[in-house]
T-cell receptor, first 118, second 112 residues
Framework: AQTVTQSQPEMSVQEAETVTLSCTYDTSESDYYLFWYKQPPSRQMILVIRQEAYKQQNATENRFSVNFQKAAKSFSLKISDSQLGDAAMYFCAYRRNAGGTSYGKLTFGQGTILTVHP | NAGVTQTPKFQVLKTGQSMTLQCAQDMNHEYMSWYRQDPGMGLRLIHYSVGAGITDQGEVPNGYNVSRSTTEDFPLRLLSAAPSQTSVYFC???????????FGDGTRLSIL
């Protein structure tokens, strides 16, 4: 079974600075997707960024980028120029790309609470 | 475009009561799922569906039933509520296998 581990329950950053959230995962599959979701106090689950395992290039979305290390099974999220609106719970998630009816099933980490100080 | 709509947003039940959490999406998505979110445990998959008439169990299915009679709706039924089912419940959907999931706003459920 796949597992996703976020070892940082809480992180904090000063506004305009950079912060990195860690995520490791365990899988025997070679074809899968990794995601970072943001959950602000409003409780919405918002997709931040995704990475396809067969792509070596790290995904980027504006101020958000990932460091994907497939061999190490590591998938960290870097937030540059942090803003007050980035404060939220962040979840790392895994989804395999095998056959059958397993598509769409996400396995989540425990989450990291990010605080942004003005 | 409403996206994924969950109702109710809040609910308090007594132990032993039954109820149905509603989830509807208007994006013609094939894949729909129910998750529960508990402190320190992230989101865990309860049940999922890959299309109308097809459902399967996730990690924590006990105490819950689902059905998928239409593409749009995927209700989650609690048969006999227990305090251990106190949680926040999320419904999610995606159009195809390779598309990201869209989440509803969640239902906060308390069982007394």
């Amino acid at each position: 079974a796949q597992t996703v581990t976020q070892s940082q329950p809480e992180m904090s950053v000063q506004e305009a600075e950079t912060v990195t959230l860690s995520c490791t995962y365990d899988t025997s599959e070679s074809d899968y997707y990794l995601f970072w979701y943001k959950q602000p106090p409003s409780r919405q689950m918002i997709l931040v960024i995704r990475q396809e395992a067969y792509k070596q290039q790290n995904a980027t979305e504006n101020r958000f980028s990932v460091n994907f290390q497939k061999a190490a099974k590591s998938f960290s999220l870097k937030i540059s120029d942090s803003q007050l609106g980035d404060a939220a719970m962040y979840f790392c998630a895994y989804r395999r790309n095998a056959g059958g009816t397993s598509y769409g099933k996400l396995t989540f980490g425990q989450g990291t609470i990010l605080t942004v100080h003005p | 475009n409403a996206g994924v709509t969950q109702t109710p947003k809040f609910q308090v039940l007594k132990t032993g009561q039954s109820m149905t959490l509603q989830c509807a999406q208007d994006m013609n998505h094939e894949y729909m799922s129910w998750y529960r979110q508990d402190p320190g445990m992230g989101l865990r998959l309860i049940h999922y569906s890959v299309g109308a008439g097809i459902t399967d169990q996730g990690e924590v299915p006990n105490g819950y039933n689902v059905s998928r009679s239409t593409t749009e709706d995927f209700p989650l039924r609690l048969l006999s509520a227990a305090p251990s089912q106190t949680s926040v419940y999320f419904c999610a959907s995606s159009y195809k296998r390779f598309q990201p999931q869209h989440f509803g706003d969640g239902t906060r459920l308390s069982i007394l």
